[in-house]
Nanobody, 120 residues
Framework: QVQLVESGGGLVQTGGSLRLSCTAS????????MGWFRQAPGKEREFVAAHNWRPGSTYYKDSVSGRFTISRDNGKNTVDLQMDSLRPEDTAVYYC?????????????WGQGTQVTVSS
């Protein structure tokens, strides 16, 4: 049974930074992409960023490109999301995800979510 466990959410002021981490256990297939989605109150869950199993193969939502950086350690089955220059509109529950690249509509596993709140 694959499990994804997130950590690192919290409260930060506009312009600040946070780093989210996710660890996969239970035998996640090594070729699967890992990444992040988010869901703000009253809105649908949306794709944020994904990292393929190949080093350096990444994909971002336009509005976070240049501010967020996704990284992956295949040996440790972890994926991190470094979030800089945070804005109030980044406030959401962030979910770790894994599935087939590019992950946007092919997620097979979800984490439980971690809250990120950006105050203005």
């Amino acid at each position: 049974q694959v499990q994804l466990v997130e950590s690192g959410g919290g409260l930060v002021q506009t312009g600040g930074s946070l780093r989210l981490s996710c660890t996969a256990s239970g035998g996640l297939h090594s070729s699967y992409a890992m990444g992040w989605f988010r869901q703000a109150p009253g809105k649908e869950r949306e794709f944020v960023a994904a990292h393929n199993w190949r080093p350096g193969s990444t994909y971002y939502k336009d509005s976070v490109s240049g501010r967020f950086t996704i990284s992956r350690d295949n040996g440790k089955n972890t994926v991190d999301l470094q979030m800089d220059s945070l804005r109030p509109e980044d406030t959401a529950v962030y979910y770790c995800a894994a599935g087939v690249w590019p992950l946007v509509k092919s997620t097979r596993y979800w984490g439980q979510g971690t809250q990120v709140t950006v105050s203005s």
